[in-house]
């Protein structure tokens, strides 16, 4: 056999090696999911449900203050790591110096001569739905008092109104970026259940959305905030 054949054989040989390696990967691969999929549905990937109230205050040129309610639902996949879905109901408050802007601004607007407040110091406010995926990490045991990191990204969508003007921008009803992270002590509440406790956390929060406006050349607000939240978890 020559030099060519023989390796045109090993190669072919090394071949069907690595596809019934893959293939009987993937086999138990596909018998696993069973197994993975059937604890869910019956409760057994440790169901955790999360309750948080939070107070933030505005930091920078945007400062805007927020109180904000949210729940979390999702599994805790091992002894650190949590991951879920939630929602919450956002309140904005806006405190802002209005200089040389129409009265009852609306985006878009150009009024006429004689239509122009002068250095007044106005207040606006709104609710903001957040919508978000939730990674928490613990650390330390779950029956004794630890830390935690929580991490809240997604989207924030304003109701009810059209805009909210801020010191530096517009926050309008299109979707915004929502990104709130969360580091704190977590402090069992039930020596039976070691599920229960309350969390106590310092909080960062930013809230951004896309919006430009030539006319009176106001942009987008991006909104930075730190506070405190109080959470509890079942």
Known sequence: MSIFKKTAALMLAAAALTGASARAQ????????????????????NY??????????????NG???????????????????????AGVNVVFSNYEDSDMPNNFNPGYRPGNGDFNTDYSLKDTGVLIPLFTDFRFNIGQENNVGAFIDLKLGAAFL????YIRTPDGILNNSEGFYFKPTIGVRIPTNGKDSRQAVNLGCSYQLITNNYWNWGWNYNSATINSIGVTLGYEW
């Open 26 to 45: 993937y086999y138990e691969i596909a018998n696993q999911i069973p197994q993975l999929i059937t604890p869910a549905l019956q409760g057994g990937f």
């Open 48 to 61: 955790r449900g999360f309750v948080d109230a939070s107070f933030t205050g505005g930091v920078g040129t």
């Open 159 to 162: 109701v009810g109104k059209n």
């Open 64 to 86: 805007c203050n927020f109180l904000e309610f949210s729940t979390t639902q999702g599994f805790k996949y091992s002894n650190w790591f949590f991951m879920g879905v939630g």
